[in-house]
């Protein structure tokens, strides 16, 4: 079952507009939430990012946050399977086809659940390959837009040289990957770039920073030039799928010495045993009687 502007339904019985605006502009932000054993992880975070990404790209929001997690709990109830991953995605609507705002129009909500697809151990243990490039993407990377042809085309960069990232650099300096948010660790120090119009604001490395700070190990957030991450003893990226994922090999060049380092295993760990408490804790929020 799929959920379209407010009703849930079977994937074929969904239908939208070839004049809606996600589909003839890119026009509309998504979320991805990563749901655990029925339970969603960080949920009010991302309803959070979704409300400013719709803000900046200034669409209504057509639901309260209570109304959202109702939407989202019935979704997740609906499905077969336990796991799974929560795409949503609001659009400016359909209309005319005309760049400026339509008026009067009605925001299209789409929602899917899919099987979430993790890691497999095997690249835990061994770590992934990534290929860098220039960061060529527009300058509000901050918004969660469904436009991701700029994405795309980088991530095939990768998928080409069957690497599991692309590692962007914009003026010499590292911003994030095609799809994931970049640490790097030097001589103990996990390190990131600051949050800024230059990436996203990824839910997973605000865990790792909580996670980092909770258990003692130094973490930093500064600018980072493409020099030192080629130095780094170790690359990982983070996503709500790749949780924190060891980078062995850049450009076919060894990182550190080509095998997971001693901080991501810690790192990976504390992830795990985090979303375990979550996950026991059970916890889902109210959701309005609307
Ligand atoms: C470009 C980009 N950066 C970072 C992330 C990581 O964000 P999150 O941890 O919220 O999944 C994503 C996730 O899809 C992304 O597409």
Redesign the pocket.
């Known amino acids: 079952m799929v959920f379209l502007n407010g009703k849930l339904l079977p994937i074929e019985q969904a239908s939208v507009s070839v004049l809606d605006r996600g589909f003839i502009f890119g026009d509309g932000v998504y ?2 939430v ?1 749901v655990y054993s029925r339970v969603p992880f960080r949920l009010d975070e ?1 309803l959070a ?1 979704l409300e400013r990404s719709l803000g900046e790209a200034r669409i209504r929001d057509p639901y309260s946050r209570a109304q959202w997690r109702g939407h989202i709990y019935h979704l997740i109830d609906a499905q077969a399977f336990d796991d799974q991953s929560i795409y949503f995605q609001v659009t400016r609507g359909a209309a005319k086809r005309d760049h400026a705002f339509p008026k009067g129009v009605e925001p299209t909500v789409f929602m899917m659940a899919n099987p979430l697809v993790n890691p497999p151990q095997a690249q835990v243990e061994r770590g992934a390959a990534a290929v860098s490039a220039t960061d060529n993407r527009w300058l509000r ?1 901050d918004i ?1 837009s469904i436009s ?1 042809i700029g ?1 795309v085309l980088l991530r095939q960069l990768s998928a080409e040289a069957e690497a599991a990232e692309t590692i962007l650099f914009r003026d010499g300096r590292l911003t ?6 970049v640490f790097i660790v030097k001589r103990g120090v996990i390190q990131s770039p600051p949050k800024s119009n230059l ?9 790792i920073a909580e996670l980092a700070r909770a258990n003692d190990l130094p973490i930093e957030f500064r600018p980072i030039t493409e020099q030192e991450v080629r130095a780094a003893d170790e690359i990982w990226v ?5 949780e924190v994922l060891a980078i062995v090999t850049l450009d076919g060049k060894p990182v550190g010495d080509g095998r997971p380092g001693p901080v991501f295993r810690r790192m990976h760990q504390l992830y795990q045993e985090f979303k375990k408490k979550v996950m026991r804790a059970g916890k889902r929020e109210a959701v309005s009687a609307a």
């Open positions: 979320e991805l990563p991302h990012r990377c969660k991701l994405n994030e990957a095609s799809a994931s948010n990436i996203l604001p990824g839910i997973t490395y605000d865990v983070t996503s709500s799928s790749k």
